[in-house]
């Protein structure tokens, strides 16, 4: 399909709003827009950040999610107690393939549950009694642990326990930190706000725990990798690259991250931001107590990590900056090999996103450097800072969508007709059933890194993979489908 112009992308989203009734197609209007580049601010074209339509299906989760899923669960060598009943626990359990080095059960937690396990009498009488007698077990059973966070969930934030006091108590007893966090997951309208409240916890119970203490040696090159959340070892390649240029990553958290990597942050030079949706919080609270910068970087496909290796550099001196260029002469070869052998084979393919995070922006130039095309994409839970930062990615007249719900994203993927869909896991299957190749870019889909040179080597191969996996012509997508009925009635008349 040739590439829509701003006339037919506007025409496309007032056909797909047209079955909502008068008061939910206006509120729904707002998410939807056509990509503007000449934009300096998005909230001048998309809304975003606000509470979903009722009666829709939205892909978003819940203030619990963005804690404990996504920013406390990864820390290794803490136990994070799900304060609760047993599911929100077990549900956020291992999903995420948080990769980290240990021994699990011994000297690391984090694809285990812990719960609190609510029953009726903990609703009717509170559980402040049995959350200090879960910390007590812990303490007697993984004496290794380095600390336990308390994630919240929603029937703590309705009968008003005081974790706060609890947690105080039991790290007195215990001698070790225990971090109280009031994820509810009714708060705010996604999981992003679980991010911010989980962003201040680590501020309020963390991060001050080494102020004063001069007892680490700090060196003019320590960063620290922050909102990496390991996924299929992302953390690892990224790692590579920088102690590659001569920097020390000093801690990265919190993808196969510790409690004690997180305490030394602020004796670093500089905060380096993978996910600036879940972690930019913390980062400008240390730029402004501890005056460390942060940049923001991408490390998703050749020309975005040279881009990214060499604004790094920059806060630097000139052993860096060398560093940076040798970094990226030494892959050049490699990663001129990969382009050679797939983008003959990925020339021109269309690609729709609809992620969390960073990924609906950051992915976009390793697709271009394969020679593809996002023709749409948008965030399930983003702000307009992040859609600030996608206008410029995107091309002129692609589309934009907000919480864009299952109706939405099925009518624009059906009048696009991407050649490659990459989502989650709940839109997964309704693609594939539909004949659509379709990447899970929120955990890889079991693959990965994807992250540095040798992660765009495994990304390149799993997008050749999906899309020119033969099993897709035993299935018509269904624009196709329907042209080839429409050529049968034709030729019966």
């Known amino acids: 399909m ?19 009734p008068e008061k939910a197609k206006k509120d729904r209007a707002k998410h939807l827009a056509v990509n503007d580049q000449s934009l300096e601010k998005s909230n ?27 920013v406390w669960g990864p820390i290794k060598d803490m136990i994070h107690i799900s304060h609760g009943p047993v599911g929100c626990g077990q549900y956020s359990r291992a999903g995420r393939r948080n990769y980290y080095v240990g021994t699990t059960g011994v000297n690391t937690f984090g694809t285990m549950n812990f719960t609190s396990d609510f029953q009726e009498k903990d609703i009717v009488f509170g559980g402040d009694k049995k959350l200090a007698k879960c910390i007590d077990e812990i303490e007697a059973l993984f004496p290794l642990h380095k600390g336990i966070s308390v994630q919240s969930e929603c029937p703590i934030g309705l009968i008003g326990d005081d974790i706060e006091a609890v947690s105080k108590n039991k790290a007195k007893d215990i001698g070790k930190t225990v971090v109280p966090v009031r994820c509810e997951g009714f708060r705010g309208v996604s999981q992003s706000l679980g991010h911010h409240i989980a962003n201040d916890a680590i501020r309020d119970w963390v991060l001050d725990k080494r102020d004063g203490d001069d007892s680490f040696p700090t060196t003019p090159y320590d960063v620290a990798v922050i909102g990496d959340y390991n996924i299929g070892g992302d953390a690892w390649a990224s790692r590579t690259l920088l102690e590659e240029m001569g920097l020390r990553v000093v801690a990265q958290w919190s993808g196969d991250g510790t409690i004690a990597e997180i305490e030394k942050t602020p004796k670093v030079k500089l905060n380096l931001i993978h996910c600036y949706r879940s ?85 976009i130039g390793a697709y271009e450097d394969l020679g593809m095309e996002v023709v749409g994409t948008g965030y399930e839970f983003g702000h307009n800072d992040d859609y600030d930062r996608t206008i410029k990615e995107m091309g002129n007249a692609t589309l934009l969508y907000d919480d864009v719900t299952g109706y939405e994203f099925e009518e624009f993927v059906k009048k696009v007709k991407p050649d490659l869909v990459g989502s989650g896991i709940k839109e997964k299957y309704i693609f594939q059933k539909m004949g659509i190749p379709f990447r899970q870019m929120h955990s890889w889909d079991y693959s990965g890194p994807y992250h540095g040179y040798d992660g765009f080597a495994i990304f390149a191969r799993d997008m050749d993979m999906t899309l020119n996996n033969p099993c897709w012509k035993q299935i018509q997508v269904p624009w196709k489908k329907a042209e080839s009925e429409s050529e049968a009635v034709k030729a019966v008349a």
């Open 2 to 20: 040739a590439a829509m112009t701003r006339e037919e992308t506007e025409a496309l989203i007032a056909e797909v709003l047209e079955v909502y």
């Open 44 to 70: 001048k074209c998309i809304t975003s950040n606000r509470k979903s339509l009722p009666g829709v299906m939205t892909i978003r989760g819940c203030a619990y999610a963005g804690s404990k899923g996504v």
């Open 279 to 363: 972690m930019n919080y913390i980062a400008r609270h240390m730029e402004e107590k501890y005056n460390i910068p942060w940049i923001e970087y991408n490390f998703f496909g050749p020309t975005k990590i040279a881009e990214s290796l060499r604004r790094i550099a920059a806060h630097f001196d000139d052993t860096i900056k060398e560093g940076a260029e040798r970094v990226i002469a030494r892959y050049q070869a490699e990663y001129e090999a990969v382009i050679a052998k797939y983008k003959p084979r990925l020339q021109g393919k269309k690609v729709m996103l609809y992620i969390g995070g960073l990924r609906p922006r950051h992915v």
